[in-house]
Structures are given as C-alpha cells and as structure tokens.
C-alpha cells in the first residue's frame, strides 16, 4: 500500500456505487481514512457494506465511518463534518461526487425535476464545500477540495439540459472558493469526466448502438471507467498538486479534442 493520503480524512459523498466507490477503493490504496457517505435507502446500505468488506481486504488497519442523509436537507452537510471529525479526528480532504443524472428531452423537463437536479449536483456541493471549508479553516493545516463535474459543463448533450448548467455551475463554484481559500491553504478542483460506465447511464448506452458510437469517438479507444477518475481525485487529494488551486481536469480519453 502507498501512502500518497497516510494521515488524511476523506470524507466521498455517493460513495456506495460508480466514481464515489472507485475513488474510496483508490484513496484506501494510499492509506486515507475515510467517511463513506451514502443516501440511505437499502441498496446504498448493502453496496457500503460490500464496500468495507473490500476496504479491508486493503488495508486491515483502514478506518472507516459511514453517514446516511440526503445532502440536499438542512443541516446535512454539517452533520457529514461532524461525523468526520467526532469518529476520526479531522476533515483533511472532501470529494463533492454525490449528483444524478436523468436523461430527458428538453420538452419533457419539469421545474421539479430541474429543481432536484440543481439542489444535488450543485446545492449539496455548494453546501458541503462551505461546512468542510469552515472545518479545515478551524484546523489551520489547510485542505483539499475535490469536485466531480463533468464533461457536459463545457460541451453540449440534447438530453442533458437540466444536467449540464449544474455541471457549469460547478466549475464556477471551484473558481471562486479557490480564490475565497487560498489563503488558508485550502485548494479546490474540479475533474470533468467524459463518458464514464456507471449504472446511472447504463441505460442510455444500452439504447441501440450508442455505446459502440461513443466509444468510436474516444481516440484512446474505450469508453472511461470509474477508476479512471478516481486516479485522478488522489491526484487532487494528495500534496502531488499542492500548488494547483482552481482548476478543471477533464478526464474523457481524448473525445473531446476529437473533431474528426
């Protein structure tokens, strides 16, 4: 096991299935303690049980606490601080990856479901970022701030309309916080995953060929994988990017630069 997080908390919120289990494993491989966050119905319960079994087999000595709560409620994001801090001592790095992702025609988008998308994947963030921040500042040893955007913050999707400006919003969040933190030593980033495999667009790819379509677009000739980006939080976790604040990774393969 190496130790890029030995001695750091990490606390991944949606880290019961796809990028937020990965990035656990990942972070785990570097020695982090952890606070798994995971929404709390039955199947969240028994893919984080599955986790930590796996988790051990790591790292025997892992500590782990986990945390249940919709992060969209009040005072939800205080109370994931506080059971990071109350069960294992400190908040040293957050990973902002809860979201979902429902596609949808534009006419077809409701104002709730908009609203819903906009409350997860940016006002859970947004509010978890704050409590973290608060945290770390008390601390006085600084931090990292890890936000799982996505590729579509930046290029368009038909079905996507309600998904992507929370995805832009993102991005304009970790500018800001980083200029907001920098002074205390607190650096926030952002990963932009192109078209990962995950169950949440597993029925979007299995619509006629459009995995095979996407795929063919990705000059690294496959479509990403949750590990793919979970590489890429450790990065942003560790002291490897200990002067890099404020930035947008994208991890796509290459599609993106791919016109022709």
Do not use: W
């Not at 966050?37 to 599955?50: F, P, S, Y």
């Not at 770390?136 to 368009?156: C, D, E, K, P």
């Amino acid at each position: 096991m190496a130790g890029l997080l030995r001695h750091k908390v990490v606390a991944i919120s949606g880290s019961s299935s796809g990028i937020g289990r990965a990035t656990a494993l990942a972070c785990a491989r570097q020695g982090a303690s952890l606070v798994l966050h995971h929404l709390g119905d039955g199947q969240a319960e028994a893919d984080i049980a599955t986790l930590e079994d796996e988790l051990r087999v790591i790292n025997t000595d892992i500590k782990t606490a986990t945390h249940a709560s919709d992060l969209t409620h009040a005072d939800a994001a205080s109370a994931l601080v506080y059971t990071a801090t109350s069960r294992l001592g400190s908040l040293d790095v957050i990973v902002n990856n809860a979201g979902i992702c429902k596609f949808s025609s534009f006419q077809d988008v409701t104002r709730a479901l908009l609203e819903r998308h906009m409350e997860v994947n940016f006002t859970a963030a947004y509010l978890l970022t704050q409590a973290g921040a608060k945290q770390m500042i008390q601390q006085s040893r600084g931090g990292s701030i890890v936000n799982i955007a996505s590729i579509t913050a930046t290029l368009g999707s038909a079905h996507l309309t309600h998904y992507s400006p929370t995805k832009a919003a993102i991005l304009g969040m970790t500018g800001s916080f980083s200029v907001a933190l920098g002074s205390k030593n607190i650096r926030i980033n952002s990963i932009c995953p192109g078209t990962i495999e995950t169950t949440m667009n597993k029925a979007d790819l299995d619509t006629g060929t459009k995995r095979a379509e996407m795929a063919s677009r990705v000059p690294l000739c496959r479509l990403g994988r949750p590990e793919d980006i979970a590489k890429a939080v450790v990065f942003f976790a560790s002291d490897l990017s200990e002067y890099v604040t404020g930035q947008s990774l994208l991890v796509d393969g290459g599609a993106s630069i791919n016109y022709q």
